[in-house]
């Protein structure tokens, strides 16, 4: 979730008392939501928007995933930017903001903002159809990091991302669950079904996909070389969606998990919180690793401080997503761009 706060534990087990004393508060959300979607857009871009968006609240690897678009579309000879919120920074709510990786920092940008910078342009705005227009004089795709619920800029093609090990939660909408509107409403304004990693749990939303002609592509966050990694006992800290996703990778990667410190989605780390982490790892004889995201959040810590030299001693892991089938989504994307407009916008 975002602002640094914690999904409830409930979301993610079948319906119980909390979820259902929060259903009807989930049903008249749902339906807001879903209403909202149905809007005609304000604004059609003069370049094509692939939107890369999920069904919940909560990171199911959207920001891994629209950097891995943006290889493949460079790749192709497109010049990819991206639009997204900048969640968690001070740009978000002003107008639209091109990224300067040297001047705007995570308290300005957002963490993912800085992130994606490295795949290239990034144009910073709660503002779609504005954002669109600054960033369609900048490249030749707009990537919409976020936005699947969002109606005030058309899409081309939307793509689902849902996380193989969690799917859709309890099924409910918010407060009794993760989803941001019934999954049948939210499906009609898809394109493709992602599912990512690995599991069963986004089982039936897959077959709702496929039963309404969607192709559902696979994919999954890969471990760069880490060979420092191998053998390593580690105190494994993080303030992402998906905690459990860093704590495989690294196990996947050879180190020893012996201890993790998880957080809520774009946490700010106190000063406490740092010296805690710092002595942790001391008393027990840890190396500290954290992922990219978290680092750069921690990045902006300055002078003899906890968190800076958290900031310091804190090695990452290094992640990026991966297609299973790259040749088949970029056919995919190929045909659809071509096709201009979404109906489902």
């Not at 990693?197 to 192709?215: F, I, K, T």
């Not at 580690?234 to 020893?256: K, M, N, Y």
């Not at 989504?329 to 071509?338: D, I, P, V, Y």
Request: hydrophobic share 45%.
């Amino acid at each position: 979730m975002s602002g640094g706060l914690e999904a409830p534990s409930f979301w993610w087990r079948p319906p119980g008392p909390a979820a259902i004393a929060l259903a009807p508060l989930g049903w008249l959300y749902g339906a807001i939501t879903a209403g909202r979607m149905a809007r005609s857009p304000a604004y059609t871009a003069a370049v094509p928007v692939i939107c890369v968006g999920n069904f919940t609240v909560g990171g199911t690897g959207k920001t891994p995933f629209a950097l891995a678009l943006a290889r493949l579309l460079r790749a192709r000879g497109e010049r990819p930017v991206f639009l997204t919120r900048g969640y968690g920074g001070r740009l978000s709510g002003g107008p639209p903001v091109l990224l300067d990786p040297d001047r705007h920092g995570p308290v300005e940008a957002g963490d993912e903002s800085l992130l994606l910078a490295a795949g290239g342009p990034v144009v910073i705005t709660a503002d779609r159809a504005g954002g669109a227009r600054l960033a369609e004089t900048l490249g030749s795709v707009i990537l919409m990091d976020d936005g699947l619920q969002n109606p005030a800029l058309a899409k081309t093609v939307s793509l689902a991302l849902v996380d193989a090990a969690s799917g859709t939660g309890n099924g409910f909408c918010l407060p009794a669950g993760p989803l941001r509107a019934p999954v049948e409403r939210q499906l009609a304004h898809v394109d493709a079904l992602v599912v990512i990693g690995d599991g069963v749990a986004a089982g039936p939303v897959e077959a709702a996909a496929r039963s309404r002609g969607l192709p559902a592509f696979r994919a999954r966050l890969a471990a760069r070389q880490a060979p420092w990694l191998k053998g390593s006992r580690v105190l494994a800290f993080a303030g992402i969606g998906r905690p459990e996703r860093f704590a495989q990778s690294l196990r996947t990667a050879g180190a020893e998990v012996a201890q993790t410190r998880f957080f809520g989605d774009h946490h700010a780390f106190t000063e406490r919180e740092a010296q805690e982490l710092l002595e942790g790892a001391a008393r027990d004889g840890l190396a500290l690793v954290t992922t990219a995201k978290d680092r750069v959040r921690l990045g902006m810590s300055e002078g003899d401080t906890a968190l800076a030299r958290l900031a310091q001693q804190a090695k990452v892991l290094d992640v990026e997503m991966q297609a299973e089938d790259p040749q088949g989504l970029a056919a995919f994307l190929e045909a659809r761009l071509s096709q201009g407009v979404s109906p489902h916008s």
